[in-house]
């Protein structure tokens, strides 16, 4: 029954469904719209599908115009409405896993999506999840969710895990380029999942035997970052108590033409994937009798960096005599990444803390974001000129986004904390320190 399926996917007919119009799933539905499938966005955020009717864009990632002309060629709809999953060929899972507060994974979200499908799932349709999760997820969880139906996977419907790949403010590599891995429940999961992908990316699919290598594949991705991160920021403290710049440490080694890959330190990990997606692993690792050490240990050195950027402003401060408790700060960027509107685990918003909790008076400036809010309290982006820059005790930059003014600021500014090496091209003015 399959071939009836994969027919439907070859020649652009089936219809396709993508639950969660967030930073993953709505490029998804626009690069599958564009490939001339008809597509059915669902989301319980009726403002995002409201907007997405109206081809209004709200991801940094999407080119407007191609919304706006997927939306007006009616090859993409939004809806709240999860009956409309009856009318769908393939459907794919692109919904947030975050950490509840003990770091613990947190699939409620993706749980009750299966369940919304699982209502009007039907024979001949395939489903796929996305959403970054702890392997095992797709079998474990949502093959039992589905087959209550009395349907058998593999048989009358098709699950596979294809997780997904997307990297905020990347210019070189977005949806439609990155190489996509795929693990179906079953062989013909498989071929179907990759057909499907195969038919809208320009990219290679990777096929892989089962989920669960490709739900642990992207664990693998986003630990071997955050535990390189993390290396690189206890070198950035050791050298900090040793006198010697990190950086030109780090470029040093750079010049090696293998065996060496560079990461840099900074005030900590941020985003939807590096800080969060390994303690997936860590959790179940647990079921295993496993104790993970260097994945937590990495952690643990990325959790203290908003702590160590305090403690290094306190001793920049108590240079020129002044106390932490009323200074004036103004930290330059709070998204988790350069050039993005997204501060979902920003570092810098970690760094915000621990400073007021020192009693300091801190301001910020971002381009990106206006505004946002933080334990009941609003944060507004102050102008950043002259006056704004002068009138700081201390600068210290968090995100380095392009749109900064860097010899403005280096020109006004009475000192700054370069934690990123933004000032790398100004750095003989003496009222610059970096990490």
Known sequence: MSEVLLQKILNKTAVIGVVGLGYVGLPLAVEKAKAGYKVIGFDVQKEKVRKVNEGINYIGDIVDSDL???????????????????????????????????????ISYVVKSARDIARHLHREMLVILESTTYPGTTEEVLKPIFEKTGLVCGRDFYLAFSPERVDPGN??????????????????????????????????????????????????ENTFRNINIALANEMAILCDRMKINVWEVINAAKSKPYGFMAFYPGPGVGGHCIPIDPFYLTWKAREYGYHTRLI?????????????????????????????????ILLLGVAYKQDIDDIRESPALKVLDCLEREGAVVSYADPHIPKFRRHGKTYTSVLLDKDSIS??????????HT???????AANAKMIFDTKNAFSNIRERSNIEVL
């Open 296 to 328: 937590e240990t990495a952690g643990e050195i990325n959790n203290y960096m908003p702590e160590f950027i305090t403690q290094r402003s306190m001793s920049i401060l108590n240079r020129f005599k002044k106390p932490m408790n009323g200074s004036k």
């Open 391 to 400: 009138a700081a005790d201390l600068l210290i930059l968090t995100t380095m």
């Open 171 to 220: 210019k070189l590599y977005g949806t439609k380029n990155t190489p996509k891995v795929v693990g179906g429940v079953g062989e013909e999961s498989t071929r179907i999942a990759a057909a499907l992908y195969r038919s809208v990316l320009e990219s290679e699919v990777y096929e892989v035997s089962s989920p669960a290598v490709a739900e642990m594949e992207k664990i693998l």
């Open 403 to 409: 749109k900064f003014d860097y010899e403005l600021i």
């Open 68 to 106: 706006k002309e997927v939306v007006a060629r009616k090859k993409l709809t939004a809806t709240s409405d999860f009956s409309f999953v009856k009318n769908v060929d393939c459907v794919t899972i692109c919904v947030p896993t975050p950490l509840d507060r003990y770091y613990q994974p947190d």
